[in-house]
């Protein structure tokens, strides 16, 4: 009797180890969790990709506060920059007014910005950019009007937006001395065209070579 005890013991307990290791090893194979800022952007894309223009509409009145906000809000890691998450939503939502499709975007602001313009000229050889972006990289807060309004000139002039999960990486290291971003951001805006054209190939290779999931 003990010895049939014993063996079923003994079994059960090779039992509960291998699903304790099954388990491990489902764990090891899940992909790593999106950090918070591409959450965000997947959670915004999604929005387009399934016509959600409620929801797009909502992000558009950022004074009302509405749900649309505060969801954008609760993908920040720390309360601190729950502002920044919800800004930069709303920003997507005014560069996506009436798209039919999510512009993942590419580069910094400050290189995103080298596309505003006209056949005439772009980036530094636009007046208009020039000035916009000193305006940008001038300021010691973040400028989110004369970032509305550089979101809205790439949306005119039917060019790419910037990144914009870097886009929340780089507002929320805004002041930060280590970081440089507003120095980044300007570089980038003038970078000569042969360093920009080689920058933006490799950015183009990475994105093709990596896999496309748009599930959050």
């Not at 797009?56 to 890691?77: C, F, S, V």
Request: positive net charge.
């Amino acid at each position: 009797m003990s010895n049939t005890t014993d063996t079923e013991a003994s079994a059960e307990s090779g039992s509960v180890a291998g699903h304790e290791q099954d388990a491990e090893t489902t764990q090891a194979a899940l992909p790593p969790e999106h950090p918070p800022a591409e959450q965000l952007a997947r959670w915004l894309a999604g929005l387009v990709h399934n016509r959600d223009n409620g929801t797009l509409a909502e992000l558009r009145r950022p004074r009302a506060k509405e749900d649309a906000h505060i969801r954008a809000g609760w993908y920040a890691p720390v309360k601190e920059q729950r502002e920044i998450y919800e800004r930069v939503a709303f920003l997507f939502a005014v560069y996506h007014q009436g798209a039919d499709r999510p512009q993942g975007g590419y580069d910094t602001l400050g290189a995103a910005m080298r596309r505003i313009g006209s056949r005439i000229g772009r980036g530094p050889k636009d007046a208009g950019a020039c000035r916009l972006n000193a305006r940008i990289v001038s300021s010691r807060s973040i400028p989110w009007r004369h970032l509305q309004h550089a979101v809205a000139r790439l949306r005119s002039c039917e060019q790419a937006p910037p990144a914009w999960s870097l886009l929340v990486e780089d507002l929320i290291r805004w002041t930060d001395r280590e970081a440089k971003v507003r120095y980044r951001w300007a570089v980038d805006f003038h970078r000569p065209w042969r360093a920009t054209k080689t920058a933006t190939s490799r950015t183009a290779a990475r994105k093709t070579s990596a896999p496309t999931d748009q599930n959050t």
